[in-house]
């Protein structure tokens, strides 16, 4: 009998694995500086007075005693509560149309239900505006009632929120076997328990989902608020007034944490959601194929009828009080609110600004994005590093851009931080703007990672190829079509949104965004629908040339996949 001694076997890196391990710290590196000693600064100058000092809990007790900022979180809390509640069944069963109907055009109200996406929150404010304001031509259909204050804020964010709410039950419903319909159709199932025991069932974490989603984009988004809001206070305005209006930093700091409690529980009920969910669709599910049914497919026509006309209504009247000389008195054509150097001093220039942040944080993001979610999903080594960079990647997600761009002001205006060289600059534009989409992009390359079969490195490793070289000639070819959504998702998140830069900005970097709220607040509605408008077209115009590029690049790159 030959008997082996147990000998120490020692743990040897490769190259490939020492490579992995660095791009896995850098990533961890990039999200402590960038995300999490901002968040640190931010907590510990809620315990501080103006002047530095510590004071505990004082600036939290002075909170809850003034009952103007105590009443904008009850305000935020109800208004997002209200809103979640009309858009989610609002959004599951237009959803419910386009994958469980036979009706016609379901590519024609899917591009217009996406629109919002591509505007500011702004424009459906603005639009509300010309419609039921002071001024509105149809203000005598509120009865006496303002359109200023929680009705224009719910009505804007319906509208904002429900296409973020219509992409996840459109997939939640989307993967469905049609074998139990085929069973419940022979068990005789009425249509109302088929309902209730197979589709809602199916789509019920999505469900979840969409609510928790739509809950935090209503509670930290500042431009409606800012724009309809009138003297109704939710805590997205608090914390502007506080920071720019008083200059009162610390306060400022509290109201961003408060913001963050309720942004925090709902992005843990949804992690929490998305655990507990199982896999409906198995090896053998046979894709459902809705049938045409009358009865069912007319009526839901004429819902996502109704639906796509308000949501053109709302962006075709931004667009006409974009063009009109002088609302309500003078009705008549004009450009000249085009002409922004007339109403605010950065012009045209806050337009070229947007362009700049959005193409570098596309261009830088993207690419930084799929190569540390490339690290973290290979890496062999540094297991407790690694998951540390995975628990940090999806934190931004349950930071609002408030609070986030109130703690760079704290973080990188420290006279003691060497990156303050960034403040100011647009590249805290860029920085911040990528932190705080990072998440999105960093789960869909994730997916797409997942679904590529490790053997490729393998093979890689077998035949002594660095792992770079397969990642350059393999893996980024066949994933070009993720990478390419990432960096459009990140141009046109940096085009559009407000909170994560209003408190970043310089003279020479306003973006339009801001540029749409700061022509507002001086009372010009025209020209800020009109930088609205510009930033729509924008946004509409690279999301066509994304189509044509992605077309392009699948009969380029994935070639593979039609063999």
């Not at 009138?230 to 920071?243: D, I, P, R």
């Not at 930093?249 to 109201?255: C, I, K, L, T, Y």
Request: glycine residues 6%; hydrophobic residues 55%; contains cysteine.
């Amino acid at each position: 009998m030959t008997v082996i001694a147990a000998l120490p076997v020692r743990c040897v890196w490769s190259g490939d694995d020492r490579l992995l391990a660095a791009v896995v710290v850098c990533a961890s590196l990039f999200l402590l500086i960038a995300l999490v000693l901002p968040l640190g600064t931010l907590f510990l100058k809620s315990f501080e007075d103006q002047q530095g000092r510590f004071v505990g809990l004082a600036n939290y007790v002075r909170y809850v005693e003034t009952p103007g900022l105590a009443d904008s979180l009850w305000n935020s809390l109800w208004t997002a509560g209200l809103t979640t509640a009309l858009v989610v069944p609002s959004a599951f069963v237009f959803a419910y149309a386009l994958t469980r109907s036979a009706m016609p055009g379901k590519g024609m109200f899917r591009a217009v239900a996406l629109i919002p996406i591509l505007a500011p929150s702004l424009l459906p404010a603005l639009a509300l505006i010309y419609l039921f304001g002071n001024q509105g031509f149809l203000r005598s259909w509120l009865f006496g009632g303002t359109i200023y204050g929680p009705l224009g804020i719910i009505v804007s964010q319906v509208f904002y929120t429900f296409p973020h709410a219509l992409l996840i039950l459109t997939a939640a419903l989307s993967g469905t076997d049609a074998r139990l319909y085929e069973a419940a159709e022979a068990l005789r199932a009425s249509r109302i328990r088929v309902m209730r025991t197979v589709t809602l069932p199916t789509a019920r974490y999505g469900m979840v989902s969409a609510a928790f989603v739509v809950f935090t984009l209503v509670i930290t988004d500042f431009g409606i608020p800012k724009v309809i809001g009138g003297s109704f206070s939710v805590l997205a305005t608090e914390v502007y007034k506080q920071v720019v209006g008083q200059q009162n930093f610390q306060m400022g700091a509290v109201v961003g944490v408060v913001l963050m409690v309720p942004a925090i529980i709902a992005f843990a009920a949804d992690q929490w959601a998305q655990r507990r969910q199982v896999a409906v669709v198995g090896a053998r599910a046979v894709p459902y194929v809705p049938k045409p049914r009358p009865g069912r497919d007319w009526p839901l026509f004429a819902f996502c009828l109704l639906v796509s006309c308000l949501m053109l209504t709302l962006v075709g009247i931004a667009a006409w009080g974009s063009l009109i000389k002088f609302w309500p008195w003078n009705l008549s054509f004009t450009l000249d609110n085009y002409a922004f150097g007339n109403f605010i001093s950065a012009g045209w220039g806050s337009w070229s600004n947007s362009i700049q942040l959005a193409f570098w944080t596309a261009l830088v993001g993207a690419p930084l994005v799929f190569v540390f979610a490339y690290a973290m999903d290979r890496a062999r080594v540094l297991g407790p590093v690694r998951d540390l960079a995975r628990f940090l990647a999806v934190v931004p997600l349950a930071v609002p851009g408030l609070v986030l761009g109130i703690a760079y002001i704290f973080f990188f205006n420290a006279a003691a931080n060497p990156l303050g060289f960034l403040y100011g600059t647009l590249g805290i534009l860029v920085l911040n703007s990528m932190v705080h989409f990072y998440t999105v992009g960093h789960l869909a390359s994730m997916t797409q990672l997942k679904s590529l079969d490790p053997e490729f490195e393998s093979v890689s490793a077998s035949l002594k190829v660095p792992i770079w070289r397969t990642f350059a000639a393999v893996t980024v070819p066949i994933s070009l079509p993720v990478i390419l959504d990432v960096a459009i998702y990140l141009f046109v998140n940096a085009m559009t949104t407000v909170s994560a830069v209003v408190f970043l900005y310089s003279p020479a970097t306003m973006p339009a965004s801001v540029a749409v709220v700061q022509m507002d607040e001086a009372g010009f509605a025209s020209p800020a629908a009109a930088m609205a408008t510009i930033i729509l077209l924008t946004s509409a115009a690279v999301k066509g040339l994304h189509v044509r590029l992605d077309t392009h690049l699948s009969c380029r790159s994935q070639a593979w996949r039609r063999r």
